[in-house]
């Protein structure tokens, strides 16, 4: 089936896109696709490149080149110059498109699909991001289980205002647009606008990453919608709490997924510390390095939703593959009921001393307090331990001493995996879909200790000595 076939299908009078105002019906969503699919076509194009600023241009000109048979490549404007020449100097595509496209009245063309549905690029920090295809069929399956899932059925708008070139964004347009409902994004993430329009549409499921959520509940405003769905990152449970007094009697959504896996699992809350049961469709299994079946190790899948491949890469395509199960990269176990627990990525993980020690487990701890606003927990070189753990904090109060964090974690986490040095930084930095950007922070704050002072500086005197682990 062609994802964009029941697009074309909806009723034209209904209204398909409200972006910052501005309301698109079916009817001309319908036609800008045919005259867009119309001069890819007379231009023979198999790829194109889009780097666009996020508008309905960037939309129409997606849809239109999907329609037409014709890949398109997602450029993220955030990249650099040298990042994005990199991408296009690797994957050759017959044309790039940075602004909006002349268009004529003449809408006829053939609907053609392409192997691909389009190309995305991982989010990651380091190296040139790599190219993951996506088929219709990934995410015409996608579409039936999240539906299912997230209980959406009765649901007539959808707003997701993050970028379009970000899979979730990109994902709920589409969702929306195939069912027939109306989606509202903006061109530039505005928390008062979104709680303008959840106040107006009580009918919403809201698309967001937790960063977005913070920024709501800043508003003083409230409102009541159908669902608030969360994914790019860890949703804090005192962050959960404070969002459901901003949108009380609000259904809560956590998913977890990659951009390879698409959806994995996702949690209602009602076991907090996991991220709940898997999707309908997927299949796991839970092995060791040597492949193995284990109750706690690497997470493999197997999903009508994954990805077919990252595009002109069969070395990384063959490196995630291992005998037809997709590798998830992190380590998890999975409790009687069903719910999957992630101990932390495979390769955030801290080796100390010969034992493994996960940030994401002290990470989590650590944000609960209060005097925390951000954390990250990550591993630095050490000539006796091999690697010991440090924490980058940003604190919202006053900044607290080893002895008053030693208190407070001592319940609830073994002193070896504490962090022997503590870091006082001012600025986070965060990956396109609100990730923490591990690679940047360590370069930024660990690479440069030379040019930290004062308050900025690793604490000398380190939270354990050797004689107390």
């Not at 995410?139 to 070139?165: D, K």
């Not at 990659?258 to 469709?281: C, H, L, M, N, W």
């Amino acid at each position: 089936m062609h994802c964009i076939t029941p697009i074309l299908r909806q009723r034209a009078e209904h209204v398909a896109i409200v972006i910052d105002g501005e309301r698109i019906t079916y009817r001309t969503l319908q036609r800008d696709i045919a005259r867009v699919a119309h001069v890819l076509q007379q231009a023979h194009y198999k790829t194109i490149a889009l780097d666009m600023p996020n508008s309905y241009d960037w939309l129409r000109t997606f849809l239109g080149a999907v329609a037409a048979g014709v890949t398109p490549y997602l450029l993220d404007s955030k990249w650099s110059m040298h990042e994005k020449q990199q991408i296009l100097l690797h994957h050759q595509p017959d044309c790039v498109i940075t602004e909006k496209l002349p268009l004529c009245d003449n809408d006829t063309y053939e609907l053609r699909q392409a192997p691909s549905l389009f190309v995305g690029f991982t989010s990651g920090t380091t190296g040139i991001p790599k190219g993951y295809e996506r088929t219709h069929l990934s995410w015409i399956e996608s579409f039936r289980v999240t539906a299912e899932a997230f209980r959406l059925e009765q649901t007539r708008h959808y707003c997701a205002p993050g970028p379009l070139v970000h899979s979730m964004t990109l994902f709920a347009a589409m969702q929306a647009l195939v069912e027939g409902k109306t989606i509202h994004l903006q061109r530039k993430f505005d928390a008062m606008g979104v709680m303008t329009l959840c106040q107006t549409y009580d009918d919403m499921a809201l698309f967001v990453v937790p960063t977005m959520l913070e920024a709501l509940t800043t508003t003083d405003s409230c409102a009541t919608i159908h669902a608030l769905i969360s994914s790019g990152a860890k949703w804090q449970d005192d962050s959960k709490e404070r969002v459901a007094k901003t949108f009380p009697n609000t259904a809560q959504y956590e998913f977890f997924g990659s951009s390879e896996a698409s959806y994995i699992s996702y949690s209602d809350g009602t076991k907090p510390q996991t991220v709940g049961r898997f999707f309908s469709t997927v299949q796991y299994t839970i092995r060791d390095e040597a492949f193995h079946e284990v109750s706690e190790g690497f997470l493999y899948i197997k999903s009508p939703m994954i990805f077919s491949g990252y595009a002109r890469n069969k070395q990384a395509t063959n490196a995630v593959f291992r005998n037809g199960w997709l590798a998830v990269g992190d380590i998890v176990t999975v409790d009687e009921e069903g719910y999957l627990t992630i101990k932390g990525r495979a390769k955030n993980r801290i080796i100390s001393g010969g034992l493994n020690i996960f940030p994401e487990e002290v990470e989590q701890l650590l944000a609960a307090h209060p005097a925390i606003q951000e954390v990250m927990v990550c591993g630095q070189q050490d000539d006796y331990w091999g690697e010991k753990v440090v924490a980058l904090i940003q604190w919202q109060k006053e900044p607290l001493t080893h002895e008053e964090l030693a208190a407070y974690c001592a319940p609830f986490l073994a002193r070896y995996k504490f962090p022997r040095d503590i870091f006082t930084v001012k600025t986070f930095y965060y990956t396109g879909s609100g990730k923490i950007a591990r690679q940047k922070m360590k370069e930024e704050w660990l690479c440069q200790t030379s040019s930290l002072s004062g308050q900025n500086a690793p604490q000398s005197d380190a939270l354990l000595d050797s004689s107390k682990r």
